[in-house]
Structure formats: structure tokens, C-alpha cells
């Protein structure tokens, strides 16, 4: 019985292994201090909640969702966060996306009748010209097949990765970890299709602003949510994402509080 639970105690780690880090913040009298960040797995940010429409949205926008399937429950559980999709907000309404069916270009109405969950980052230094190559390399990838290799790449991958992200490991042996996991367990075979993270990394790459210089093929909608401001990113990220707002929030072991915070400014 002792050795059991032993087990069952080391599985529990394993499985919800949380990276931390030491990164420099600001105290109240504004001077630089170093705090210890623990990886986020709620979409919500520490200061609360901001309710957004489709109005506040701007075109380039990264858009995380889950929903109440479950298939997104096992990716969620799989990855310990509070998202299972990522997809781009393309504007006018319209957002881009590859599911199952394959990329695909729809209504962003039409997305969050399946959702429960979604929330909208935004990369800063987005230009129009950035922003134009974005649409179009949907336009050019839309219809084409969804890349079922990958994913099944990913789940051992996912799993052994925890390994490399206990909270004792420092930051450094962590990404060598992880990069050495990822290019052993996910090898490219240069395959065009795309899955919903990998499409996500390739558009900003074909837009000429990339999100990490990682193969697109080693993240999962986490570790694109990890990239945003206060959080402890899965690999180097080459600027970090804004928070925007939620335009649906549920709660769930993940995100514990969707109460609105309404005097927050919606981010720029």
C-alpha cells in the first residue's frame, strides 16, 4: 500500500509538472525586483477578467477556445490548461483555423456557437503589411487536409515532456530539455498539412513575424498561450502576447474566476 501510493504520488507530479522561473518585475514604488512565476494555465489574467465583443478585435489576433467535448477535455488534460484550440482572427468577422476536416475559413459567430471558452492575445507589432500576409496565407492554405501525423507525434511527446518541466528544473536545462525531447519525438517529414497550433506558427513565420523560432510541428495550443506577458513560455518566444479579452468565459478547474473585471482598459 505504501509503495502505491508512493506511485500514485509521483504520477500526480508528473502529470501536472508546472515549470517556474525567475523574472524581473516591478514593485510598487517601481523598483526592479525578481519574482518567482509559476506557468499559468488559466487564460485569466491575475488582475481579472475583461468581457470583449467582436468589435475590440483586430485582425491578426490569436483566438483560444475550448469547448464542452471530450476531445477537448483530453487535450486540455493532456496539456493542463484551460485551452484545447488556437486559431487567427482574419477581421471582418472571419476567422482561420484547422480542425479535422482541414483549414478552413468561417465566421467567427459561427465558432463561438461551438465554444464555451474563448479568449483573444494580440502580438504588439503587427504591421499592415504583416497583417496582409497573414490573410493570405489563409486564403492560399484554406481546404487543405489536417495533419493527423502530428498529433500523433504529439501525445508521447506530451507526455514525456513533464519530465523537463518539474518546477526544480532551471530555465535553461528546461528548454535544452524540451528541445532535445521535441526534435527526437516530433522529426519533421515535411508534411504541408497543418493542425490547429502548427497552422497558428506558420502564418506568423509566412507573415515575416515569427512567434518562436521552434518547428511549428512542436507546439500545442498551451504552449502559444505561454507566450503572453506574465507567464513562463514553453520555448523562447520572440515577443511576447497581450492580453485582449475574453468573448466567453466558463469556468472549470482551469479558469476558476469569469467574474469581469470592468476597470481594466482593453489592451492596445
Known amino acids: 500500500m505504501k509503495w502505491n501510493k508512493l506511485a500514485a504520488l509521483c504520477a500526480a507530479v508528473w502529470l501536472s509538472a508546472c515549470a517556474t522561473e525567475w ?3 516591478h514593485a510598487e514604488d517601481g523598483r526592479d525586483v525578481m519574482r518567482l512565476q509559476t ?6 489574467p491575475e ?3 475583461i468581457k470583449i465583443g ?3 478585435l483586430q485582425a491578426g489576433d490569436i483566438l483560444f477556445s475550448s469547448e464542452a467535448s471530450v476531445q477537448s477535455l483530453g487535450i486540455r488534460l493532456f496539456s493542463n490548461a484551460a485551452v484545447s484550440h488556437v486559431f487567427l482572427y482574419l477581421g471582418d468577422g ?23 471558452l474563448t479568449a483573444a492575445f494580440r502580438r504588439p507589432d503587427l504591421t499592415e503589411e504583416n497583417i496582409a500576409a497573414l490573410r493570405d496565407f489563409a486564403r492560399q492554405q484554406n481546404g487543405r487536409r489536417y495533419n493527423f501525423l502530428g498529433i500523433v507525434k504529439q501525445v508521447p511527446y506530451s507526455l514525456a515532456r513533464n519530465a523537463c518541466e518539474l518546477p526544480v528544473i532551471p530555465r535553461r536545462i528546461r528548454r535544452f530539455c524540451l528541445n532535445t525531447m521535441a526534435a527526437v519525438m516530433i522529426p519533421s517529414f515535411g508534411n504541408r498539412r497543418f493542425f490547429c497550433s502548427q497552422f497558428v506558427i506558420e502564418a506568423f513565420n509566412r507573415a515575416g513575424k515569427p512567434l518562436t ?4 510541428e512542436w507546439l500545442d495550443p498551451a504552449d502559444i ?10 520555448f523562447t518566444p520572440k515577443a511576447r502576447l497581450n492580453y485582449v479579452g475574453h ?7 482551469w479558469n476558476a474566476d469569469c467574474h469581469e473585471n470592468t476597470a481594466l482598459p482593453l489592451s492596445a
Open 225 to 234: 498561450l505561454h507566450m503572453r506577458e506574465g507567464d513562463v513560455a514553453t
Open 23 to 25: 523574472q524581473k518585475g
Open 47 to 49: 488582475s481579472g477578467m
Open 213 to 216: 523560432s521552434k518547428s511549428p
Open 247 to 253: 468573448l466567453q468565459c466558463s469556468t472549470s478547474i
Open 94 to 116: 472571419e476567422i482561420a483555423e484547422a480542425v479535422g476536416a482541414g483549414v478552413r475559413i468561417r465566421r467567427l459567430d459561427e465558432a463561438l456557437k461551438e465554444s464555451n
Open 39 to 44: 506557468v499559468r494555465n488559466s487564460t485569466l
Open 54 to 56: 467582436e468589435q475590440d
